[in-house]
C-alpha cells in the first residue's frame, strides 16, 4: 500500500507542475481551448488522485 501512496504522491506532485505551467500558458484574453481542456484534464486527474489518497490514508 505504501508504494500506491507514493506512487499517487509522485503523480500529485508532477501534476501540480503541470497545471502551474499550464496556467502560466494560458494569455489573458481569448483563451485557445486545446491548452484549457489540458488544464481541465490536469485538474480533474489532480482531484481524483487527492480523493484516492485521502481514502488511502484513512484506512
Do not use: C, G
Amino acid at each position: 500500500m505504501q508504494n500506491t501512496i507514493d506512487d499517487i504522491k509522485k503523480r500529485i506532485k508532477e501534476l501540480e507542475i503541470l497545471i502551474r505551467d499550464t496556467k502560466s500558458r494560458l494569455p489573458a484574453h481569448s483563451t485557445k481551448p486545446p491548452v484549457m481542456m489540458d488544464l481541465l484534464e490536469y485538474e480533474d486527474e489532480y482531484d481524483a488522485l487527492q480523493e484516492k489518497l485521502n481514502k488511502l490514508k484513512n484506512k
